[in-house]
């Protein structure tokens, strides 16, 4: 994994490997088909996190925040000269307080949660198949998912939090003969919701594994999204 840095000797942008990171989890997924319903449910739970001993980075994000910080360019000071002398700062000593917590300029990452990796996530889809007396199929549609909290940038500080997310999406699809007619969100292809019209199951004998990988049945119908 690479990462955004400042070289705290040279006082310039760097782009380096992380070093050895830590990566596993768990993962569930489920379907089915009972008479009309349509039933699609998955779950994770990814642990992350670096593993590079006590190697440091430059907290840019709070660096950012103190000027002297912000536009140094010289690189670290020498032992008794300050900052700002040269454009040189000190990274090695000190931090920025911030809503009573210490932040220092050099961040220790060892052990942190990944960015962009949330613990838990799921989604839980649930359809049912209305047929109608003319041999239309109507069908409502309800998705929910979860993505739990995370981080945006490697620091993992308040700055880079982003909350646990909760979506819930409604959709309508109507079935005439070979029409197909979209609704208000189609989620099928994020969450794995077979996305075949009734009528067309006969010619997907493998209904599940057709719609989740480059569906056939999709290449016979006009699908129209209504926003």
Known sequence: MQISDVNPQTGAGDVHNAGATSIYGLEFTGAAN???????ATASYTKSKFNIGGQGIVNTEI???????????GGQCPPGVANG??????YKTGGLTLNGKFYPWIEQINGLQLPNSPKFQTSVVVGYAIDLPS????TPRVAYSY???QYGQIYNTPFDALPARHNVDVKLSYVHQ??????IRDQSDERGLPDCPRHARLRCPDFQRAASVGNPCRQ???????K
Do not use: E, H
């Not at 008479?35 to 699609?40: E, G, I, K, M």
């Not at 070979?178 to 609704?183: A, L, P, V």
């Not at 016979?220 to 209504?226: C, E, F, H, P, Q």
């Open 147 to 149: 993505q739990g909290a």
């Open 220 to 226: 016979d119908i006009l699908k129209r999204d209504a």
């Open 135 to 138: 041999g239309d199929v109507l």
């Open 85 to 90: 002398t040269n454009g040189c700062f000190d």
């Open 63 to 73: 660096c950012a925040l103190y000027m002297p910080c912000n536009s140094a360019v």
């Open 178 to 183: 070979q029409w197909y007619g979209g609704s």
């Open 34 to 40: 009972l008479d009309n319903w349509l039933v699609n």
